[in-house]
Each structure stands twice: as C-alpha cells, then as structure tokens.
C-alpha cells in the first residue's frame, strides 16, 4: 500500500491555531493535479469522517462543524495540500489523515495527532 505523508499536528490550547500538511507519495507526483484531495479525521472512539475536500478546479467543501475556521488548500507545483486550523475547539482533538482519489481509487496517510486540552 502507498501512503501520503502529513506533518503538522501537535497540542494546542482551544483558540489556537494549526496548519497541517500533506504530501504525495512519489507514484501519483506527476498527476498529482488530476487528484481529488480531502482531509478527514477520526475523533477517538469515534468512526472518520470528511473535514474538507478540494477538487481538481480549486472547489472546496466543508464539514458544517469546520467551514467558518479551517481553510483546505493545495500547491501543484510543490505536491502538497494544506488544512489551516484556526480557533480549535476540544472537538476537533482527532487523528487527522490526507487522502488523494483518482477514479474511485484512493490513497491514504497515516494520519498525525491534533490534540485540544478542555
């Protein structure tokens, strides 16, 4: 299995502020603008979902829990997607994981720790 890579994770006071990151594995570099990026997350004892997904065009959506505090971006020319986490709430303490989906086929990271002391 191929994985993609984040970084960025850590602990952080509620009210602060993350930017994760994520980069390609090296079979999918030269198409990587072809791909479908998404962050999801995994809360603990709780089962992964979407945070936000960026599409070939540039178009975003986001989870109704997140769209007023997290920004999801991606750099083609450097392989990479980004999640700008701003004004982090306990809630949002999860596994974070990367994910690229061509044609129904995707590849996932193993994920990074965000974690917001209550």
């Known amino acids: 299995q191929v994985y993609l890579v984040e970084s960025g994770g850590g602990v952080v006071q509620a009210g602060g502020s993350l930017r994760l990151s994520c980069v390609a594995p090296?079979?999918?570099?030269?198409?990587?603008?072809?791909?479908?990026m998404a962050w999801y997350r995994q809360p603990p004892g709780n089962q992964r979902e979407l945070v936000a997904r960026i599409d070939t065009y540039g178009g975003t959506t986001y989870a109704d829990s997140v769209n007023d505090r997290f920004t999801i971006s991606r750099d083609n020319g450097k392989k990479r997607i980004y999640l700008q986490m701003n004004r982090l709430k306990p809630e949002d303490t999860a596994v974070y994981y990367c994910?690229?989906?061509?044609?129904?086929?995707?590849?996932w990271g193993r994920g990074t720790q965000v974690t917001i002391p209550s």
């Open positions: 994910s690229a989906d061509f044609q129904g086929s995707t590849s």
């Open positions: 090296r079979s999918i570099l030269s198409s990587f603008s072809n791909y479908e």
